[in-house]
């Protein structure tokens, strides 16, 4: 079992940022892609940006390519996703997940159904 918990939410200005931390603790070892997640009301969930074990790689969805940034730190096993140039369009609430399986090509690292563990969440509020 992992478990993840997400912290660093808020309400920003359009043109703001933020930064979300995802705080990973039980059989870490065993997570070999890791991603954030946002799902908006009434909006299906969307794949954010993922990244693999070592870190090396990473993955993001066209609509924040160049703006958000996932990276993580094995030493205390937390992910963060860097929010840059938020828009109001980004507003949702954001969830971090880890799976077994490796990350593979882009469409796969972002798909949500493929991953087993899921934090709480962490809400995005960005005002125009």
């Known amino acids: 079992q992992v478990q993840l918990v997400e912290s660093g939410g808020g309400s920003v200005q359009a043109g703001g940022s933020l930064r979300l931390s995802c705080a990973a603790s039980g059989y870490t070892y065993s997570s070999n892609c890791m991603g954030w997640f946002r799902q908006a009301p009434g909006k299906a969930r969307e794949g954010v940006a993922a990244i693999t074990s070592d870190g090396r790689t990473s993955y993001y969805a066209d609509s924040v390519q160049g703006r958000f940034t996932i990276s993580k730190v094995s030493a205390n096993n937390t992910l963060y996703l860097h929010l840059n140039s938020l828009k109001p369009e980004d507003t949702a609430m954001y969830y971090c997940?880890?799976?077994?399986?490796?990350?593979?090509?882009?469409?796969?690292?972002?798909?949500?159904?493929?991953?087993?563990?899921w934090g709480q969440g962490t809400q995005v509020t960005v005002s125009s």
């Open positions: 997940a880890a799976r077994t399986a490796t990350c593979g090509r882009t469409w796969y690292a972002l798909a949500g159904g493929t991953y087993n563990y």
